[in-house]
């Protein structure tokens, strides 16, 4: 018996290249790519069709990249683990395994991020809790080196990407999904600015290491807010790919614009 309550649309990789196209993805984009799979509706193949379908597009001289972090590898006392007991701590700090770039899952990147990492000819940056993948013609250039430290400030993967003059698309999330915003938090000059000392378990010499790195304390509670203003300031247009809102922004002019604006609204 047919449905009629469906309110979902089904989508073909064909759809997927034709709509995306009409959002103004491109051959030789670079492009930081955040997506939620399920509000496109039904992709017949799921998260492997909506990657083929764009890296069809950008094609051999375009790059896709997405992030791939691991925020559970972080102190307890950073609030990462706040379903499991304080009593738990030391043995969380003992044992969680070290980030291995081949095998460690990114942890709430959605699926098709997840599966992206693991994609033919995939490189995966260094961090072991803010990792970015990449795949395409600059992706060794993008993952090559990710200061622990430096995880979204100059030559970040982040800043790489401003460095290409590549865009971000949102798929279906916003702006609190936007990565590239960070990069401005670190360029931006606000009296807030706060650093910290994070600790992760890593691989040194093969042997792991709880490593403790003094990094920007990130701070996300205004992205929505940003997004909302500059979509006005730019008319950025939203575009529609199945059910999904679906923003292709040059991320240049979002993070020069984002940088002055949390000068002037940050305090």
């Known amino acids: 018996m047919m449905n009629s309550n469906e309110t979902r649309v089904i989508l073909t990789k064909e759809d997927l290249i034709q709509q995306f196209k009409n959002c103004g993805v491109a051959p030789g984009q670079t492009i930081f790519v955040h997506t939620s799979l399920k509000s496109l509706g039904f992709v017949v193949g799921g998260a492997e069709t909506l990657i083929r379908?764009?890296?069809?597009?950008?094609?051999?001289?375009?790059?896709?990249?997405?992030?791939?972090?691991?925020?559970?590898?972080?102190?307890?006392?950073?609030?990462?683990?706040?379903e499991e007991p304080q009593e738990w701590w030391p043995i969380?700090?003992?044992?969680?395994?070290?980030?291995?770039?081949?095998?460690?899952?990114?942890?709430?990147?959605?699926?098709?991020?997840?599966?992206?990492?693991?994609?033919?000819?995939?490189?995966?940056?260094?961090?072991?809790?803010?990792?970015?993948?990449a795949v395409g013609k600059y992706a060794d250039y993008i993952t090559e080196e990710h200061d622990l430290s430096n995880i979204f400030g100059e030559n970040s993967p982040v800043d790489k990407l401003y460095k290409l003059d590549g865009y971000v698309l949102l798929i279906g999330v916003g702006y609190d999904k936007n990565t590239s915003l960070h990069l401005a938090e670190t360029r931006a000059d606000f009296p807030s600015k706060k650093f910290a000392d994070?600790?992760?378990?890593?691989?040194?010499?093969?042997?792991?290491?709880?490593?403790?790195?003094?990094?920007?304390?990130?701070?996300?509670?205004?992205?929505?807010?940003?997004g909302k203003e500059y979509d006005e300031a730019h008319q950025v247009k939203v575009h529609k790919v199945g059910n999904a809102e679906v923003r292709l922004i040059r991320q240049r002019s979002l993070v020069d614009w984002a940088t002055d604006w949390m000068e002037k609204n940050r305090v």
Request: hydrophobic share 40%; aromatic share 8%.
């Open 198 to 226: 994070e600790s992760s378990a890593i691989l040194v010499d093969g042997q792991r290491k709880w490593v403790t790195y003094n990094t920007q304390a990130v701070d996300d509670v205004d992205f929505v807010r940003i």
């Open 53 to 82: 379908a764009l890296l069809e597009i950008v094609g051999e001289e375009g790059t896709l990249m997405m992030p791939s972090q691991t925020w559970k590898n972080l102190d307890p006392s950073t609030g990462v683990h706040w």
């Open 92 to 133: 969380l700090r003992e044992h969680w395994p070290a980030y291995d770039k081949e095998i460690t899952p990114a942890i709430g990147m959605g699926v098709v991020a997840e599966m992206f990492r693991k994609w033919p000819g995939a490189r995966r940056t260094d961090h072991p809790a803010r990792s970015i993948a």
